[in-house]
């Protein structure tokens, strides 16, 4: 089921992105809009496009295209006290995951019926609890994601949402004087490389059956290096730094092994890299 996320840029910059993406998180496409142009029409015309059945809008801000099915954040403060209340009971929770040893619930969730239309889903985690406690946000580890769409699980309703997390941050511009031509390609370079990190953690959680962390991605890509060491008038290389992730990458990428003291010829083989040219 594709996905659209639409993310507003700095205040001072008059234009949206609008970046669609499938469920499994891996990008499709994306649009940089005009704010006063950006519209219902426009959707359509990408969904015809791009000849998606039926796509769910993904948004940090409120849902401002009622026509679309959507799923949206919500601050606590925002909903009435009788929802607020309903929330803080201790009823109604389904434990997500418990740690073995101690019994201690690391993640739960609930949903809770606004209306007949809307559901709110709100989800715990221990680790994000801790987050919120050194960020001094208030937080306390909860999430709350409003909703119209009927046939998502609700553990698909917050692996949706992770997708959206920090990719304002990956888009960020910090110089407002670029022009057209250097924010088309700003975008353009930071759309491709969110592709190829998508589609990394697609493969690391097993063709997303489960989530990977997009920080696990960046160390199999980043974290690798290769130390050289000459032993009479020959080249070796040790490649170091080789994270879990990596290596089990590389070997769903049917990249060769990689062992201490490779000659160069061993390594392009293996690697599909040329280097003898940088080496020179």
């Given at each position: 089921?594709?996905?659209?996320d639409?993310?507003?840029?700095s205040?001072?910059?008059?234009?949206?992105m609008?970046?669609?993406?499938?469920?499994?998180?891996?990008?499709?496409?994306y649009?940089?809009f005009?704010k006063?142009?950006?519209?219902?029409?426009?959707l359509?015309?990408?969904?015809?496009?791009l000849?998606?059945s039926?796509?769910v809008?993904?948004?940090?801000?409120?849902?401002?295209?009622?026509?679309?099915?959507?799923i949206?954040?919500i601050?606590?403060?925002?909903?009435?006290?009788?929802?607020q209340?309903?929330?803080?009971?201790?009823?109604?929770?389904?434990?997500?995951?418990?740690?073995?040893?101690?019994?201690?619930?690391?993640e739960?969730?609930k949903?809770?019926n606004?209306?007949?239309?809307?559901?709110?889903y709100?989800?715990?985690?221990?680790?994000?609890?801790?987050?919120?406690?050194?960020?001094?946000?208030?937080?306390?580890?909860?999430?709350?994601?409003?909703?119209?769409?009927?046939?998502i699980?609700?553990?698909?309703i917050?692996?949706?949402?992770?997708?959206?997390?920090?990719?304002?941050?990956?888009?960020?511009?910090?110089?407002?004087?670029?022009?057209?031509?250097?924010l088309?390609?700003?975008?353009?370079l930071?759309?491709?490389?969110?592709?190829?990190?998508?589609?990394?953690?697609?493969?690391?959680?097993?063709?997303?059956?489960?989530?990977?962390?997009?920080?696990?991605?960046?160390?199999?890509?980043?974290?690798?290096?290769?130390?050289?060491e000459k032993?009479g008038?020959?080249?070796f290389?040790?490649p170091?730094?080789l994270?879990?992730?990596?290596?089990?990458?590389?070997k769903?990428?049917?990249l060769?092994?990689?062992?201490?003291?490779m000659?160069?010829?061993?390594?392009?083989?293996?690697?599909g890299?040329?280097?003898?040219n940088?080496?020179?």
């Amino acid at each position: 089921m594709p996905v659209s996320d639409i993310q507003g840029e700095s205040e001072t910059l008059n234009f949206e992105m609008a970046l669609f993406f499938d469920s499994y998180g891996i990008p499709l496409s994306y649009r940089l809009f005009i704010k006063e142009k950006f519209s219902e029409k426009e959707l359509e015309e990408i969904e015809k496009t791009l000849k998606i059945s039926k796509f769910v809008l993904v948004s940090t801000q409120e849902n401002r295209i009622q026509k679309r099915n959507f799923i949206s954040s919500i601050l606590f403060e925002n909903l009435n006290s009788e929802i607020q209340k309903e929330i803080l009971k201790e009823t109604k929770w389904k434990i997500v995951e418990k740690d073995i040893k101690t019994n201690e619930i690391l993640e739960k969730n609930k949903i809770i019926n606004i209306d007949n239309n809307l559901k709110l889903y709100i989800y715990w985690s221990k680790k994000r609890a801790f987050k919120d406690y050194m960020e001094k946000n208030g937080r306390s580890g909860y999430i709350y994601l409003m909703t119209d769409e009927e046939l998502i699980e609700p553990y698909e309703i917050s692996n949706i949402f992770q997708h959206t997390w920090n990719i304002e941050d990956k888009f960020k511009i910090t110089d407002v004087e670029f022009s057209e031509k250097h924010l088309h390609g700003h975008f353009t370079l930071c759309y491709i490389c969110l592709c190829i990190i998508r589609y990394f953690q697609y493969l690391l959680g097993s063709n997303g059956k489960f989530f990977v962390p997009m920080i696990y991605a960046n160390k199999a890509i980043s974290n690798p290096m290769i130390f050289m060491e000459k032993k009479g008038n020959e080249l070796f290389l040790n490649p170091i730094h080789l994270t879990n992730s990596y290596l089990k990458l590389s070997k769903i990428l049917g990249l060769g092994e990689f062992l201490q003291e490779m000659s160069i010829e061993k390594f392009e083989k293996n690697s599909g890299l040329k280097i003898n040219n940088i080496l020179l």
